[in-house]
Structures are given as C-alpha cells and as structure tokens.
C-alpha cells in the first residue's frame, strides 16, 4: 500500500527501494519451487483459524506479502489460510479497461517488462500497467518488489527473486479465488480494495472507480454489511464515489504525510477535528500511517497522538498501516509490540499486516488472556 514515516519510524533499517535483478532456474528446480508453494498453502489452508476478536481486523497487506511476492494469488491464499480477516488489492487498469491487482501503476518495480517487452517504455523510461492489455500482462513473471534502477529486492531476507511462476491477477480472478477459499475452508475473509491514481487514470481517458464499482457489484460486494472496504488517498475521489457514482459500501479515507502531494486532497485538514468531521459526512473510515497514530517512544512505552480518539468521537473506523515484523523502527523488539501499541493501546479498529499470521495470532492471545 504506502509507507510514511516520523522520526520515530524513520530509522526503520530496511527501506523500499526499486528495479531489477535476475536469477534463471532449471525447470526441475522452478517445479519444486512451485509443488512447494502449492503444498505448504494447502497445508495452511487445512488448519484455517477461526475469527477472533471481531471488533477488531487484521488487514493482509497486499496478501501475505513478508512471506510470499505481494498480489498473487499464492500469496493471498497464504494470507487467507494465515486467519486474516481482509485482503487487501491495489487495483491500477490495463489498456483493455480492465481492473487488475498490483500496487502500483508501473510494473517494472515487480515484474520482468523491461526484458519481455523493452521497447514499450513511456519517455521517462517507465513501464505503465495501463499500456498493457491483460494478455500481455500475463506474459510477464512477477517476483519480490525490488529497485527499478539496481535490480536489488526491497527486502532481501524475504521471497528469493525470479523463484516461482507467479502472474499478475485480474480483480475478477481475485474475487473468485478468495470467495471460493471462503465457500471451503468456512473462514469468510473480506476484501480491502484501494482505487489507485483515480486522477491520473482519467487523465489518461480511463474511469478506474467505475469500472471497479462495477466488478464489486457483480461480485456481492454493494452495502455496509458486505465484507468490503473500499479505500483511496485522493479525498475528491472518495467522495464523488458516495455522492456521484452512488457507492453505499464502507468507505476509508486514506491518510498520507501532509507534505506530500496528492490531486486535491489536503492530508493536514483531514488529519485535523474539522477535517475529520467533515469527512465523517462521506466515509466511514481512516487509514492512516503508523506515524500518524504512534507519536514515538518514552522510555518503555509509547506515546501517541489524538487521531484515534478523535476519529472515534466521529464514528470513523480506524486502521492503521503498516507493521512489518521484519522491518520495525529501532528500539522496537517485536511486531507484537506494534500490534500491542496499535490495537490495544492507541485504541484502532484494525491494522494493515506484511505478516498477518502474527497479527492473528496476537489477537488470539489477548483473547485467551481475558
């Protein structure tokens, strides 16, 4: 999804960085890699957790992106079978206007393009999702996120590079996938779909929320008693998705750092009691960063500040992102401290997860404390 930092996160070890490298395997190996897969999500799949304190969620972060590449099928099967209470899809189009899963609206952050199709470059050298149409997107092999300009992983100690056979989903094969999970294991996971670059998609002649609006309703997903967030930076957007194209799902309002720029959407305001009574008048949520619930650290405890509480005083949901178990500010020991800080004492409904299993598994904990 995003990442915004204070001082206090801003010392995190690990940074996102982006481009390309490459490993080739055998066929033998690239075949136990994917038996491997298949067997160790089957297995997880069996022993599917139950819910657990359902006044407050855990969110895959792009599925379950500290374990397997973020936005394939594999990896939301993962976070399914992991007991996460919603996934979460970044949805971008392709040039055949159709809605599919990736965070961002370039692709060579995560893919092979510039080996699969070199030439297909826009003039400032990057590779756009929507100058693809779903046919040539499936071409390509999707691996860890990395460093467009050196080829290096984001996160080196996690999903080996160009290991695997993993594609580029449509929404639609996603919504089929996750509500085919839910019919057999009996674990009824959500959905947390965020319309990316709403602007510049109609920039480009493409109308992304109505497009996406449109699958949602095909798929069951239309009311507040859905399981479905739908969730967007641009402000402008969120609201011409209740008031113009009629939206009567629950809405988040993401939040980013107000010094960053983002089409119309002034993030100081909305951060403040007059912007978040106003936008309690259009959505029913925030999704802020983590450095905009927890202020820093004294000592042994954290500090925070007032956005919870002031976002619960106008019935906006809270949900935080994002914990990452193996990325943690320094002086953090664990993400259980984190999920600690976020849900139980800075008071949010829910958090966003790289490794929702250890999410789940601190909620249950505290279920079996009480």
Same mark, same amino acid.
């Given at each position: 999804?995003?990442?915004?930092?204070?001082?206090?996160?801003?010392?995190?070890?690990?940074?996102? #960085?982006?481009?390309? @490298?490459?490993?080739?395997?055998?066929?033998?190996?690239?075949?136990?890699?994917?038996?491997?897969?298949?067997? @160790?999500?089957?297995?997880?799949?069996?022993? &599917?957790?139950?819910?657990?304190?359902?006044?407050?969620?855990?969110?895959?972060?792009?599925?379950?992106? @500290?374990?397997?590449?973020?936005?394939?099928?594999?990896?939301?099967?993962?976070?399914?079978?992991? $007991?996460?209470?919603?996934?979460?899809?970044?949805?971008?189009?392709?040039?055949?206007?159709?809605?599919?899963?990736?965070?961002?609206?370039?692709?060579?952050?995560? =893919?092979?393009?510039?080996? /699969?199709?070199?030439?297909?470059?826009?003039?400032?050298?990057? %590779?756009?999702?929507?100058?693809?149409?779903?046919?040539?997107?499936?071409?390509?092999?999707?691996?860890?996120?990395?460093?467009? /300009?050196? $080829?290096?992983?984001? !996160?080196?100690?996690? *999903?080996?590079?160009?290991?695997?056979?993993?594609?580029?989903?449509?929404?639609?094969?996603?919504?089929?996938?996750?509500?085919?999970?839910?019919?057999?294991?009996?674990?009824?996971?959500?959905? %947390?779909?965020?319309?990316?670059?709403?602007?510049?998609?109609?920039?480009?002649? +493409?109308?992304?929320?109505?497009?996406?609006?449109?699958?949602?309703?095909?798929?069951?997903?239309?009311?507040?008693?859905?399981?479905?967030?739908?969730?967007? !930076?641009? %402000?402008?957007?969120?609201?011409?998705?209740?008031?113009?194209?009629?939206?009567? $799902?629950?809405?988040?309002?993401?939040?980013?750092?107000?010094?960053?720029?983002? &089409?119309? =959407?002034?993030?100081?305001?909305?951060?403040? /009691?007059? @912007?978040? &009574?106003?936008?309690?008048?259009?959505?029913?949520?925030?999704?802020?960063?983590?450095?905009?619930?927890?202020?820093? /650290?004294?000592?042994?405890?954290?500090?925070?500040?007032?956005?919870?509480?002031?976002?619960?005083?106008?019935?906006?949901?809270?949900?935080? %992102?994002?914990?990452?178990?193996?990325?943690?500010? #320094?002086?953090?020991?664990?993400?259980?401290?984190?999920?600690?800080?976020?849900?139980?004492? &800075?008071?949010?409904?829910?958090?966003?997860?790289?490794?929702?299993?250890?999410?789940?598994? *601190?909620?249950?904990?505290?279920?079996?404390? +009480?």
């Amino acid at each position: 999804m995003r990442t915004s930092k204070n001082n206090f996160f801003r010392n995190s070890p690990a940074r996102e #960085r982006q481009s390309i @490298g490459r490993r080739k395997l055998s066929d033998h190996h690239q075949l136990n890699v994917k038996s491997w897969t298949v067997i @160790g999500i089957l297995a997880i799949l069996v022993s &599917a957790t139950a819910e657990v304190l359902p006044s407050k969620i855990i969110i895959a972060h792009r599925g379950a992106s @500290g374990y397997l590449p973020e936005h394939t099928l594999p990896g939301k099967a993962l976070a399914h079978g992991m $007991g996460a209470d919603y996934l979460e899809q970044d949805l971008v189009l392709s040039k055949d206007g159709i809605p599919v899963v990736l965070h961002d609206i370039v692709i060579d952050t995560v =893919t092979d393009v510039a080996k /699969r199709f070199p030439e297909r470059k826009r003039a400032d050298g990057r %590779y756009y999702a929507l100058d693809f149409t779903v046919a040539e997107l499936k071409q390509l092999q999707v691996t860890e996120r990395f460093d467009h /300009r050196t $080829g290096k992983p984001v !996160f080196p100690a996690r *999903f080996p590079q160009w290991q695997g056979a993993f594609q580029i989903p449509t929404f639609e094969e996603e919504l089929q996938f996750i509500q085919g999970l839910n019919h057999t294991t009996g674990h009824n996971a959500g959905i %947390y779909p965020e319309i990316k670059s709403p602007a510049w998609h109609r920039e480009q002649g +493409k109308d992304l929320s109505r497009i996406v609006l449109q699958v949602l309703g095909r798929y069951g997903y239309r009311t507040k008693t859905d399981k479905v967030f739908l969730q967007c !930076f641009d %402000y402008q957007e969120v609201k011409r998705l209740r008031t113009e194209l009629g939206y009567q $799902g629950r809405l988040i309002q993401l939040l980013a750092d107000p010094k960053s720029s983002q &089409a119309g =959407t002034d993030f100081a305001f909305l951060l403040s /009691r007059a @912007g978040l &009574a106003e936008l309690a008048q259009v959505a029913d949520g925030i999704g802020p960063s983590l450095a905009q619930v927890i202020s820093g /650290r004294n000592g042994e405890r954290f500090t925070f500040t007032d956005l919870v509480k002031t976002a619960h005083e106008f019935k906006l949901e809270v949900h935080p %992102y994002t914990i990452r178990t193996d990325d943690l500010p #320094r002086g953090v020991a664990s993400g259980e401290e984190l999920f600690r800080a976020c849900l139980v004492e &800075a008071g949010a409904d829910g958090v966003f997860t790289d490794q929702p299993n250890r999410g789940v598994a *601190f909620l249950r904990s505290q279920t079996m404390s +009480k």
